[in-house]
């Protein structure tokens, strides 16, 4: 708009040949505040960045993923993939994400009743399926795999969680989700606070996007074209 662009150009102050349209302290003292407004959101950028890609994994694999730029401009986008190269998931355009995430929020919102969990089986911490999953990721890492080596670990990794589950009172954790759904009406980008404190993972791929509930209820969105 017109007073954005006569506090970004130091023409309007009166330099050269253009009239004086904005006296000089108040030319400076706009452009201050709207440099710091400009921080403050590339500051909460790169923590909501942070936030999704150290609370995201492959809703196929459970590997975690990365992102990164694809395509060439004016096409380049930049989209979340999962890191394991085996792996089928598609990526899945970091815009697109955030808007689904948001819609799933705002659905907990509306009918906040189905953040209670259907079943309150948890994995118990087990060192055994920590020094799998490890290996499974170092050997990803450096390349140092065989496909059907892979999927026997993966398998195994499977079934030493599933052997692991146990039932866990999830009421405290599930009204406390409640409680600070309910400090929000509908939004328009997800809060990095909100999901901070209700979301345990959100899981990811080219077609879908789930939320994991800090009480292990999976909140699903499929993503339709």
Do not use: W
Request: with cysteine; net charge positive.
């Amino acid at each position: 708009n017109m007073v954005k662009r006569i506090i970004e150009n130091e023409k309007y102050i009166g330099n050269g040949d253009y009239p004086k349209i904005i006296d000089k302290k108040k030319f400076y003292r706009a452009n201050k505040i709207r440099l710091s407004k400009v921080i403050v959101k590339d500051e909460e950028k790169n923590e909501y960045d942070n936030f999704i890609r150290e609370n995201s994994e492959c809703i196929i694999c459970h590997f975690p993923l990365k992102r990164q730029h694809q395509g060439h401009p004016p096409n380049r986008r930049i989209a979340y993939k999962c890191t394991n190269p085996i792996c089928l998931a598609s990526s899945i355009d970091e815009r697109e994400s955030e808007l689904r995430i948001t819609k799933i929020i705002n659905r907990m919102i509306d009918e906040i009743d189905i953040v209670e969990p259907e079943n309150e089986e948890t994995i118990k911490d087990n060192e055994q399926i920590e020094e799998l999953n490890n290996e499974i990721h170092l050997k990803i890492a450096e390349g140092n795999f065989k496909k059907d080596e892979m999927f026997k670990m993966l398998y195994e990794l499977a079934r030493l969680k599933f052997n692991n589950c146990t039932k866990e009172d999830m009421s405290e954790i599930t009204e406390s989700i409640k409680r600070e759904l309910c400090k929000y009406a509908k939004i328009e980008k997800p809060p990095l606070p909100l999901m901070r404190k209700i979301v345990g993972k959100i899981l990811i791929s080219g077609d879908e996007i789930n939320i994991k509930l800090k009480n292990g209820k999976i909140i699903k969105e499929v993503i339709t074209n």
